[in-house]
C-alpha cells in the first residue's frame, strides 16, 4: 500500500464549477499536509500546506485534512482555466526526510 | 533571487553514459533533495541531503550518486546510464527547523535514456 493514494482522474470541470480534489493517506504519524500544483513541464508548486487537522483557507482555496479518516482534500471555489493543472498532495512526519506524495490528479477547466 | 535551479534542461543519453545533474540554491536552506518523477508513479525520492558534506539514500537511490560539497549546491550523478533513468528529475530544497516542512522545487530536467 502506497503511503499516499490519490485519485489519478483526469477530472473535466466548466468554468466556475466547485472542484474537490481528494487524498488519504496510511501513515497515522504524519502530521503536515501539502497541496502543490504542478503545471505542464514546470516543477510543483507548493498551494496550500496545513498542520494536522482542520480546515484552512487562501482566497478560492481551502485545504482539509480530517486524521480521524486519514482524508486530505482541497476545494477549488469558482474554478478558473487558469486552474488547469496536476494536483499533487504530500505529507510527512514532524522531523522526517521523506516526504509522500500522491501520483497527481490532472484538472481542466473548460472555459 | 533566483530559488532553485537546475541545469540542463534537457539532455538525450546513450546507454552506458554518464552525466551529471546539478541543482543550485540562494535560499540558504539546509536540506535539499532529487527526486524523480514518472508517469503513474508520483514523484519518488532518489537522495537527499541534511546540510553540506552529508548525503543520504531515499526511495530509489540504485544506479545514481550525489555530492553536497557545497552548501548551495547537490549534484546528482548517473554513472552508467540505463533506459530505465529515462525520467523527469527534480531538485527540492527545505530549510532547518521547526515547522519548515515545506519543500520548494526546482523547474526540472528531463532526461531521455537511448
Same mark, same amino acid.
Given at each position: 500500500?502506497?503511503?499516499?493514494?490519490?485519485?489519478?482522474?483526469?477530472?473535466?470541470?466548466?468554468?466556475?464549477?466547485?472542484?474537490?480534489? %481528494?487524498?488519504? /493517506?496510511? %501513515?497515522?504519524?504524519?502530521?503536515?499536509?501539502?497541496?502543490?500544483?504542478? /503545471?505542464?513541464?514546470?516543477?510543483?508548486?507548493?498551494?496550500?500546506?496545513?498542520?494536522?487537522?482542520? %480546515?484552512?483557507?487562501?482566497?478560492?482555496?481551502?485545504?482539509?485534512?480530517?486524521?480521524?479518516?486519514? /482524508?486530505?482534500?482541497?476545494?477549488?471555489?469558482?474554478?478558473?482555466?487558469?486552474?488547469?493543472?496536476? /494536483?499533487?498532495?504530500?505529507?510527512?512526519?514532524?522531523?522526517?526526510?521523506n516526504l509522500?506524495?500522491?501520483?497527481?490528479?490532472?484538472?481542466?477547466?473548460?472555459? | 533571487?533566483?530559488?532553485?535551479?537546475?541545469?540542463?534542461?534537457?539532455?538525450?543519453?546513450?546507454? &552506458? !553514459?554518464?552525466?551529471?545533474?546539478?541543482?543550485? !540554491?540562494?535560499?540558504?536552506?539546509?536540506?535539499?533533495y532529487w527526486y524523480?518523477?514518472?508517469?503513474?508513479? &508520483?514523484?519518488r525520492l532518489i537522495h537527499y541531503?541534511? &546540510?553540506?558534506?552529508?548525503?543520504?539514500?531515499g526511495e530509489v537511490?540504485?544506479?545514481?550518486?550525489?555530492?553536497?560539497?557545497?552548501?548551495?549546491?547537490?549534484?546528482? &550523478?548517473?554513472?552508467?546510464?540505463?533506459?530505465?533513468?529515462?525520467?523527469?528529475?527534480?531538485?527540492?530544497?527545505?530549510?532547518?527547523?521547526?515547522?519548515?516542512?515545506?519543500?520548494?522545487?526546482?523547474?526540472?530536467?528531463?532526461?531521455?535514456?537511448?
Open positions: 500500500q502506497k503511503e499516499v493514494e490519490q485519485d489519478p482522474g483526469p477530472l473535466s470541470v466548466p468554468e466556475g464549477a466547485i472542484v474537490s480534489l %481528494n487524498c488519504t /493517506y496510511s %501513515n497515522s504519524a504524519f502530521q503536515y499536509f501539502m497541496w502543490y500544483r504542478q /503545471y505542464s513541464r514546470k516543477g510543483p508548486e507548493l498551494l496550500m500546506y496545513t498542520y494536522s487537522s482542520g %480546515n484552512k483557507e487562501d482566497g478560492r482555496f481551502t485545504a482539509q485534512v480530517d486524521k480521524s479518516s486519514k /482524508y486530505i482534500s482541497l476545494f477549488i471555489r469558482d474554478s478558473q482555466p487558469s486552474d488547469s493543472a496536476t /494536483y499533487l498532495c504530500a505529507s510527512i512526519q514532524t522531523g522526517a526526510n509522500f506524495f500522491g501520483t497527481g490528479t490532472r484538472l481542466t477547466v473548460i472555459p | 533571487n533566483a530559488g532553485v535551479t537546475q541545469t540542463p534542461k534537457f539532455r538525450v543519453l546513450k546507454t &552506458g !553514459q554518464s552525466m551529471t545533474l546539478l541543482c543550485a !540554491q540562494d535560499m540558504n536552506h539546509e536540506y535539499m524523480r518523477q514518472d508517469p503513474g508513479m &508520483g514523484l541531503s541534511v &546540510g553540506e558534506g552529508t548525503t543520504a539514500k537511490p540504485d544506479g545514481y550518486n550525489v555530492s553536497r560539497l557545497k552548501k548551495q549546491n547537490f549534484l546528482l &550523478g548517473l554513472e552508467s546510464a540505463a533506459p530505465s533513468q529515462t525520467s523527469v528529475y527534480f531538485c527540492a530544497t527545505k530549510g532547518a527547523g521547526a515547522g519548515q516542512e515545506t519543500q520548494y522545487f526546482g523547474p526540472g530536467t528531463r532526461l531521455l535514456v537511448l
